[in-house]
């Protein structure tokens, strides 16, 4: 006869109690979603059906709970030209395009002391025009998990990603958006008119790498805004195994930081090999485009898992 009852039972190895959750079936499989789990852990299961085991007990590790590295933004270099957000001895995880519009003594990613959630700073974007008088450019206020690659001419080649395996569900933290009417625009973008735009976004990506021919490096994505030869990020990407995203239309409220969450979907069960994570106080500075004096403050970011 058919079986029925069916379950799963699990523990930690090494525990004696177990935990039951009901399966469900589908054609000759039978599966079951735990919550709850300890990041590297291992654990044992068992499957049975109304209380008789029916399979020998096998073991699974759940993964490791990995974090952003300088995720508060405490570290920083700044002794001279572009601002580095990793202290001396680290190893960089993450960059801006402070190394472009350094080259004109401006860094448009820096910290704030006085505006912050947790420790003593904050992140602080800040887009604006960055050079003399009328010679120069509109630059973003911006931060990525990478690498500035190289500067061509007035724009800007970047390696987008860092190594990471983990699967979590969500990304949170402390956030304050200020933006002013887009003034830097030119007709490049079309219907880019009234109020800036922030954003933040967050990718799980597959191990597949681009190679950049001017400086021979490999990274997940490459990223190069100048116009005849532009390379954007897709976010429909057949490399992306999971993707979230906030656009912040509006300023946030109040006159601190306030909570956000990113809720991260799903589009593959692979193992990701890298993330992807950028946040902009303009919404089109990939295009050089946005308000000058548009402002993001950014604090204590934390990936959740379930």
Not at 58 to 76: I, K, Y
Not at 159 to 178: A, C, I, M, N
Request: aromatic share 12%; proline share 2%; glycine share 12%.
């Amino acid at each position: 006869s058919d079986l029925t009852g069916l379950q799963f039972r699990y523990r930690a190895q090494g525990a004696t109690d177990w935990t039951t959750v009901d399966a469900t079936v589908d054609g000759t499989q039978m599966s079951a979603a735990i919550t709850g789990l300890t990041a590297g852990t291992t654990y044992e299961y068992q499957a049975i059906c109304d209380g008789f085991t029916v399979a020998d007990v096998m073991t699974f590790t759940t993964e490791e709970a990995a974090q952003l590295p300088n995720n508060s933004f405490e570290n920083w270099q700044t002794g001279s030209g572009a601002y580095l957000i990793y202290g001396s001895g680290e190893s960089m995880f993450w960059d801006s395009g402070n190394h472009g519009s350094a080259t004109m003594n401006k860094n448009v990613t820096t910290y704030d002391l006085n505006l912050y959630h947790s420790g003593s700073r904050s992140l602080y974007m800040k887009s604006q025009f960055v050079g003399i008088g009328s010679i120069g450019k509109f630059a973003a206020g911006n931060i990525f998990v990478g690498k500035y690659l190289k500067t061509d001419g007035t724009d800007g080649i970047l390696g987008w990603g860092r190594e990471f395996t983990s699967r979590p569900t969500q990304l949170t933290g402390y956030v304050k958006y200020s933006p002013v009417t887009i003034n830097n625009n030119s007709g490049v973008v079309d219907g880019a008119t009234g109020m800036d735009k922030g954003q933040i976004f967050i990718a799980l990506w597959d191990d597949s790498k681009e190679t950049d021919s001017s400086t021979g490096e490999s990274w997940p994505k490459i990223i190069k805004t100048k116009s005849s030869d532009r390379m954007l990020f897709d976010s429909n990407s057949e490399h992306i195994i999971a993707y979230g995203t906030i656009i912040f239309t509006e300023a946030t409220e109040g006159d601190g930081l306030v909570p956000f969450t990113i809720n991260l979907e799903y589009r593959s069960n692979k193992r990701p090999s890298a993330i992807i994570l950028t946040c902009s106080a303009s919404y089109y500075g990939d295009y050089f485009c946005g308000g000058n004096g548009s402002q993001m403050w950014l604090d204590d970011l934390q990936l959740v898992y379930e």
